[in-house]
T-cell receptor, first 119, second 116 residues
Framework: GAVVSQHPSWVICKSGTSVKIECRSL??????MFWYRQFPKQSLMLMAT?????????EQGVEKDKFLINHASLTLSTLTVTSAHPEDSSFYIC???????????????FGAGSRLTVL | AQSVTQPDIHITVSEGASLELRCNYS??????LFWYVQSPGQGLQLLLK??????LVQGIKGFEAEFKRSQSSFNLRKPSVHWSDAAEYFC??????????????FGDGTTLTVKP
């Protein structure tokens, strides 16, 4: 089945540095990917929709200058947390619309997530 | 606006017992409904989905869910729970992918603990 690979799975960085998280669709093309943030014991909060070849669409309240999203190819979207601070520490998850689904809905394949800890 | 409510934050069942996780949704038209499972430190895996047709849908790992329009519910069931089913379960609602509603809305999740 479809696989979405996310890297790194765990990253620790110092406050003020930038961190890049990659989301790759393996063996299928994903023109649209979604980035979520998840706090412990909470649901997924959609941050942005990543569109191949165009600007990402950010949800209300998400700082686009803080969370830079680049979808430069049909299999790769990246999320860069710029000038990270401890409050940015979280679990970040990406997803892509599953290939071959003809339902018309966003049936999603998720990456395994990336745990960011900012010291 | 679409929304999902999972009334039970935490459920504990004994291994071999039956399970039902509740999900209520709000959506203006016929919804696309999903159940996902998340193991600790992992992404979400799709268990099953409903779009139309038979209101009882079968999923992976022996799970099933029933869509009840009159109750705006999409409860997840399993007749006999295994220890490996312990995880976080999320219900989600959405619409057609090419609309704003296509961005699925997730419930807050239900944590399932399985007692030996």
């Amino acid at each position: 089945g479809a696989v979405v690979s996310q890297h790194p799975s765990w990253v620790i960085c110092k406050s003020g540095t930038s961190v890049k998280i990659e989301c790759r669709s393996l063996d299928f093309q994903a023109t649209t990917m979604f980035w979520y943030r998840q706090f412990p014991k909470q649901s997924l909060m959609l941050m942005a929709t990543s569109n191949e070849g165009s600007k990402a669409t950010y949800e209300q309240g998400v700082e686009k200058d803080k969370f830079l999203i680049n979808h430069a190819s049909l299999t790769l979207s990246t999320l860069t947390v710029t000038s990270a601070h401890p409050e940015d520490s979280s679990f970040y998850i990406c997803s892509a619309r599953s290939p071959g689904d003809t339902s018309g809905a966003n049936v999603l394949t998720f990456g395994a997530g990336s745990r960011l800890t900012v010291l | 606006a679409q929304s999902v409510t999972q009334p039970d934050i935490h459920i504990t069942v004994s291994e071999g017992a039956s399970l039902e996780l509740r999900c209520n949704y709000s959506y203006g038209a016929t919804p696309y409904l999903f159940w996902y499972v998340q193991s600790p430190g992992q992404g979400l895996q799709l268990l099953l989905k409903y779009f139309s047709g038979d209101t009882l849908v079968q999923g992976i790992k022996g799970f099933e869910a029933e869509f009840k329009r009159s109750q705006s519910s999409f409860n997840l069931r399993k007749p006999s729970v295994h220890w490996s089913d312990a995880a976080e379960y999320f219900c989600a609602v959405g619409g057609p992918h090419n609309t704003n509603a296509g961005k699925s809305t997730f419930g807050d999740g239900t944590t399932l603990t399985v007692k030996p």
